[in-house]
């Protein structure tokens, strides 16, 4: 791939200047013409560890989008390594192709072989497009991959864990909102109802909470519907339900003008990730109108926390255990919310950002 020979519509491309102005560490261009291999390694920060995060496969229309997709990506993991205070980095990788068509063990293990030429400074792991078996494939070639599966030492599948912290996110914005984290009766929607979005179903049920549900396929539905008694919608009518608490667990950029116009609830807490489609203009928006947004990578850390612990010898109930610090970050970012008049995603994207720095102040004193 030439970065500097741009395509004609990737003319106003200019890779230089993204990653100037994410400020990213390294990117690595990873081409293998054998296997059709096109990939690209983010990482954006190690000041905490090694950038973790996983590995996405998908039919991009431009290798700009690509590109843009990991450093943004990348970013967000710095964000959320550190916010969560874990001694993780944030990096990203993207691989070019329709996961449906383009994977092969020995593409997988191609990317393997780049991943494990970064000596350890980026650890991949599953993600949209990819699968555990595929990351099985990954670890032929290199030690520095997780999320494997338990009966290989790893964590195993994230999303509990992700739940977990995104129902300690729901019940901390209640108390917040409301003064106490008590949910039984409370109405909440849940916007998709895949692998995270019924974990949290699950455990809402449990807390006595009226449930609703969406999603674009029926399977998720009739378990939310049969199982746990949720009031099935369509996807449309999920923004202006008559709800508390509305939890987006389905796609990103889910909040922008027209969706927040809609909203009736009091909080907004939910696992999709860059739910805001701008973080300063939709993360003002919804303050205004008094909504407590939860921001998403502080509560969907679940997953990462679940496989950093694979790091000392994965226990699951310790990961669940240190998930549950997301209640008291929640409360601590809404009341910096207050306390400094700005949106929470900026205001944990400030706290995130402030233990990176303060970090690489202390190493450059040793
Ligand atoms: P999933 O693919 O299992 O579930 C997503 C669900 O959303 C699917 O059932 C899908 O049909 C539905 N959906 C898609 N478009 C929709 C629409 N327009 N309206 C309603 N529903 C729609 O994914 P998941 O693992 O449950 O993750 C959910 C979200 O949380 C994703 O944004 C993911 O990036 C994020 N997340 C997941 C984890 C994890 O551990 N799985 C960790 C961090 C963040």
Not at 117 to 135: F, P, R, S
Not at 157 to 168: E, F, H, N, Q, R
Not at 288 to 295: E, L
Not at 314 to 337: D, G, M, W
Request: overall charge negative.
């Amino acid at each position: 791939m030439s970065l500097s020979h741009a395509t004609q519509n990737e003319t106003q491309f200019d890779v230089f200047s993204q990653v100037a102005r994410y400020d990213h560490e390294q990117i690595l261009i990873c081409q293998d013409n054998h296997t059709g291999l096109k990939a690209i390694i983010a990482i954006h920060n190690t000041v905490l560890g090694p950038g973790l995060g996983g590995t996405r496969m998908w039919n991009y229309s431009s290798e700009a989008e690509a590109i843009n997709d990991a450093l943004r990506l990348s970013r967000g993991m710095t964000y959320k390594a550190a916010i969560s205070g874990l001694n993780l980095g944030g990096a990203k990788a993207v691989i070019i192709g329709d996961p449906t068509k383009h994977k092969s063990e020995h593409l997988m293990r191609k990317f393997g072989r780049f991943v494990d030429n970064l000596g350890g400074k980026y650890i991949t792991a599953e993600d949209v497009g990819t699968t555990t078996k595929d990351m099985e494939y990954v670890a032929m070639e290199t030690d520095h991959v997780v999320g494997l599966p338990e009966i290989m030492g790893g964590g195993g599948d994230p999303s509990p864990v992700t739940a977990y912290g995104v129902y300690m996110g729901i019940k901390a914005s209640a108390k917040k909102a409301y003064g106490s984290d008590n949910l039984a009766g409370k109405k909440i929607a849940v916007q998709g109802t895949g692998k995270v979005g019924l974990h949290l179903i699950e455990m809402l049920k449990k807390d006595g909470a009226i449930l609703f549900a969406t999603d674009i396929f029926e399977h998720g539905l009739k378990i939310a519907s049969d199982k746990y008694g949720a009031t099935i919608v369509k996807p449309e009518e999920i923004f202006g339900l008559d709800v508390d608490i509305f939890a987006p667990c389905a796609l990103g950029a889910i909040l922008n003008t027209n969706t927040i116009g809609q909203l009736k609830c009091k909080i907004v807490a939910g696992a999709a990730n860059n739910q805001l489609e701008d973080d300063n203009i939709h993360g003002d928006m919804i303050k205004s109108k008094g909504i407590y947004y939860a921001p998403d990578f502080l509560i969907n850390a679940g997953g990462l926390i679940n496989v950093y612990s694979e790091y000392n010898g994965y226990v699951r109930e310790i990961a669940f255990a240190q998930t549950e610090n997301i209640y008291n970050t929640v409360l601590n970012i809404y009341e910096k919310s207050e306390a400094d008049n700005i949106n929470t995603q900026l205001a944990a994207i400030q706290l995130a950002e402030k233990r990176v720095n303060d970090t690489m102040h202390l190493q450059s004193k040793i």
